[in-house]
């Protein structure tokens, strides 16, 4: 059997099997008093239409499909592990252990997320275009390391805080000799209003202007600042990535936008959820790159079965507009 043969497989797997537990949020595995462990997994499967100009490629699709297992043992801690099929590979995703110091203070250790954008920390099963927005590659998305996670409620007000440092050992990005500390602050409100800053940054490196590096890289100093909304009703997301030894000029490096209003409850039942998004992208000194996305989610049964359609249009440095339009249907359990 081919790696596309066995990720479609997975992904109906999956979905089938979504639709077999569909009123719980994951599958129980084993469980007593001390250890509990599950199961949970996603899938995305559709197809995308596209012009030459476009930088997607039309037809049918996988947008993903994974399969993970978390097993918490008590107060002392939880091991997650995820696996990932995309375009005919399977890797592993994630390798997470997370020891409880106390009810507030986690220290998590393996191969995980970094903390920097807003967007790239929202859930894949909650995000609300089929890919995430531009300004996420300009920023470390998983690495291998270990933060220190702090999380704490005063009445309605959230409050969390990580510090971490990570390995620049990304998947589809070159290494480079250095270390990466990545910080991030997120203040809730109890209304549905978040801020986020995230921040990055790099020591001890030996070697500099390397011309295959990430953004992350090679601007060596990175902040994102957010603010989002979301409630009942409404959605809204707005997101800059600034580079701040840049030139004078171009900056920030990129910035997101994106609101939707909901039709409907979805904790409740069926909603529909018109919604659009404007991406700009300057990570270099040329002309910028635009991206605009519109399109309606349809929450069947809250998030855990998303079937979508979305619009969008590209327009290049040389003004080149490219046009794609995908759907998709998202299930996951």
Not at 75 to 89: T, Y
Not at 267 to 296: C, K, N, S
């Amino acid at each position: 059997m081919s790696r596309i043969q066995s990720s479609v497989f997975l992904l109906f797997g999956l979905a089938f099997f979504s639709i077999g537990i569909i009123s719980a949020d994951a599958a129980t595995v084993a469980e007593n008093e001390e250890f509990t462990l599950e199961l949970r997994g996603m899938g995305e499967a559709g197809a995308t239409v596209a012009t030459s100009s476009h930088a997607a490629q039309s037809g049918p699709q996988i947008g993903l499909a994974r399969l993970s297992g978390r097993a918490s043992y008590n107060d002392l801690g939880r091991v997650f592990v995820q696996f990932e099929a995309r375009s005919g590979d399977v890797l592993l995703h994630d390798v997470l252990a997370v020891l409880y110091l106390r009810e507030w203070l986690h220290l998590r250790l393996g191969y995980f997320k970094t903390p920097v954008s807003a967007d790239y920390n929202v859930s894949t099963a909650r995000k609300p275009f089929p890919g995430r927005a531009l300004i996420t590659g300009l920023t470390p998305r998983r690495g291998t390391g270990g933060e220190a996670y702090i999380h704490r409620d005063f009445g309605g007000l959230t409050t969390e805080f990580s510090l971490g440092v990570f390995a620049p050992i990304f998947l589809n990005n070159p290494s480079a000799d250095a270390l990466i500390m990545t910080a991030r602050a997120r203040l809730r409100l109890p209304i549905g209003l978040s801020f986020h800053v995230g921040y990055n940054d790099d020591f001890g490196r030996a070697v500099w202007d390397d011309e295959d590096e990430p953004f992350f890289l090679d601007q060596s100093r990175l902040i994102d600042l957010a603010m989002t909304f979301e409630d009942d009703n409404w959605f809204a997301h707005a997101e800059a990535v600034f580079a701040p030894h840049r030139a004078p000029g171009y900056a920030p490096a990129g910035i997101y936008l994106a609101a939707g209003h909901r039709i409907g409850t979805i904790d409740d039942g069926p909603t529909f959820e018109p919604i659009v998004g404007y991406d700009l992208m300057m990570p270099a000194t040329e002309a910028p790159f635009h991206r605009l996305r519109g399109g309606l989610n349809f929450y069947l049964l809250d998030y855990r079965i998303v079937p979508n359609v979305h619009y969008e249009m590209t327009i290049d440095a040389d003004a080149t507009v490219g046009h794609a339009g995908v759907a998709l249907l998202r299930m996951g359990f």
